[in-house]
Antibody, heavy 121, light 107 residues
Framework: EVQLVESGGGLVQPGGSLRLSCAASGFSLSNYGMSWVRQAPGKGLEWVSS???SDIYYADSVKGRFTISRDNSLYLQMNSLRAEDTAIYYC???????????????????WGQGTPVTVSS | DIQMTQSPSSLSASVGARVTFTCRASQAIGNYLAWFQQKPGKAPRSLIY???TLQSGVPSKFSGSGSGTHFTLTISSLQPEDFATYYC?????????FGGGTKVESK
């Protein structure tokens, strides 16, 4: 059974840093694209970053401040945090292994429960 | 970036009703369209991908259709557990983008 469990969220001052983790089980993390998606309070879903094989993508709003990585877990290093980064952060798994994708990209299938990040002084 | 527009933003319906809502893309995305359900305080749940293919375990009361720029999600017979917010998302190109959501409320 696939499970994704995020951790590392919390309250941080503007300009501070946090490192989010997403512990994955039930599949081989290195074989699947993984993403971070966030949701600001009362707002919709916003894609943040993805790692697919050796390819990495970032939303313009976080480029240069956030870094996605993975070893046995998925991580999101968040630096220079701003008030507008306040959100629940979800990790999401791709449906297809990256080497099985012939064209385009994979949709998500599983999501974690989310970890809240609050940026405030 | 591809803009995704959902309509209506909210709707009220009764248990047993058939409901349909729409997602439009600002440019053609083929069938690279997914639908998600989210209940208050919960993580999103993947419902449909490739515009019309149900994710594993998703009941057949959900159905999706469309291609190009116009897509729909239909719930054939609304049940109490279906009151939630539904989001569409295109994954044709990066960045993947979500619609603003349609909130389905009880009438």
């Amino acid at each position: 059974e696939v499970q994704l469990v995020e951790s590392g969220g919390g309250l941080v001052q503007p300009g501070g840093s946090l490192r989010l983790s997403c512990a994955a089980s039930g599949f081989s993390l290195s074989n699947y694209g993984m993403s971070w998606v966030r949701q600001a309070p009362g707002k919709g879903l916003e894609w943040v970053s993805s790692i697919i094989g050796s390819d990495i993508y970032y939303a313009d709003s976080v480029k240069g401040r956030f870094t996605i990585s993975r070893d046995n877990s998925l991580y999101l290093q968040m630096n220079s945090l701003r008030a507008e980064d306040t959100a629940i952060y979800y990790c999401a798994k791709d449906l297809w292994a990256y080497y099985d994708i012939l064209t385009g990209y994979s949709p998500f299938d599983h999501w974690g429960q989310g970890t809240p990040v609050t940026v405030s002084s | 970036d591809i803009q995704m527009t959902q309509s209506p933003s909210s709707l009220s319906a009764s248990v047993g009703a058939r409901v349909t809502f729409t997602c439009r893309a600002s440019q053609a995305i083929g069938n690279y369209l997914a639908w998600f359900q989210q209940k208050p305080g919960k993580a999103p749940r993947s419902l449909i991908y490739a515009a019309s293919t149900l994710q594993s375990g998703v009941p057949s009361k959900f159905s999706g259709s469309g291609s190009g720029t116009h897509f729909t999600l239909t719930i054939s017979s609304l049940q109490p557990e279906d009151f939630a917010t539904y989001y569409c998302q295109q994954y044709n190109t990066f960045p993947p983008t979500f619609g603003g959501g349609t909130k389905v409320e009880s009438k």
